[in-house]
Every structure is written in structure tokens, then in C-alpha cells.
């Protein structure tokens, strides 16, 4: 994985037919709810998940859980050694995410998640995400958005899946005080 975001752009054509281009490019300028389009798939950076990563989210939630903080205890599990907290790879994806929206995200309105496999120290996570609902608000200048995610490993394995929806600036929207 690279160090920049990857966009997909599927073209379907009247005869059945779909081509899928990929892009691979820096976010220079937010993107706005009218940036986005039903089918739309955005590929993150990808992150290694660390020893200080697990550490501190344990002391930051008081998940202590030998599972997490324990080698001994963690070998002689099924996993074999220790793994990172479900939470810490959630929070990470939202981080990941949250670049395509930077500046133009007004709210995080829901989150439906569902742990797949384990994440362990060492393993570089990225954020695969497709645009499955846009809305208007009912509020002038705002959208709600919902992606479908997938939060994948090194080896492509889907650890984590799950929606998300957020309320995104349209390019009108100003911010009142």
C-alpha cells in the first residue's frame, strides 16, 4: 500500500458492460457532499498498528484484557500472541477515513460495526469504502452520506466491516455563529 489515497471509478456502459479505472492521488482540497456519487469507492493510506498504539489505547480506555497486555497469557490463546483492542482498529479507520472529508464533515451520525478476524501488533490496516446512500438534510447546506467499509490487513483479509454515516457540508454551506 502507498502512502496516498486510491479512487475507483466504475463506468457502467447501456451494454452490461463496467470498466473500473484506479487513481492514485493526494487529497488536496476537501470534498464536499456534491463530490460524492452512489458506487463511488475510495481506497485510504494504510497504518501499521504498534506496540505503543495497543499500549496506550489500553490506558487511554482501561482495557487491560491480557489478550492485549499480556505475551505470556496471549500465547497460549488461539491467537497464539497478542492482539490489538476491536476498538483501537474502529478508531483507526476513523482517522484513515476521515481524510476524504477533512474540513467539510460536520457530524459522525451512526456506525454499525462487526469484528471479523483479530488485528496484531505489526499489521499495516487501510480503510476500503463505498458510497451507499446520499440524502439531503433537512437542514439548507448539508448532506448525509453512508459508506459501506471494510477495514482490511496486509494479507487482504477483511478484519472489520461495517457503515457509517455522517452530515457533510455542501459547498453553500456557511458556518453560522
Known sequence: MNDQARFETVTKYSNGTTRTMTTSQEITKPLYFEDFYVGQKFI????????????????????????????????????????????????????????????????????????????????????????SELRDSSKEGRGILTFEKELINQRNEVVQTGTTTILLAKREYRIRV
Not at 491480557?66 to 476491536?86: M, N, V
Not at 469484528?115 to 499489521?123: A, T, V
Open 44 to 131: 485510504t493510506k494504510a497504518r501499521t498498528v504498534t506496540e505503543s498504539d495497543v499500549v496506550n489505547f489500553a490506558g487511554l480506555s482501561w482495557d487491560h484484557n491480557p489478550l492485549h497486555t499480556d505475551e505470556e497469557y496471549a500465547s497460549k490463546t488461539a491467537y497464539g500472541r497478542r492482539i490489538a483492542h476491536g476498538l483501537l482498529g474502529t478508531a483507526i479507520h476513523t482517522g484513515l477515513a476521515y481524510q476524504l472529508t477533512e474540513g467539510t464533515l460536520l457530524a459522525f451520525l451512526d456506525l454499525t460495526w462487526q469484528f471479523k478476524l483479530p488485528i496484531f501488533i505489526g499489521d499495516t490496516i487501510h480503510v476500503e469504502q463505498v458510497v
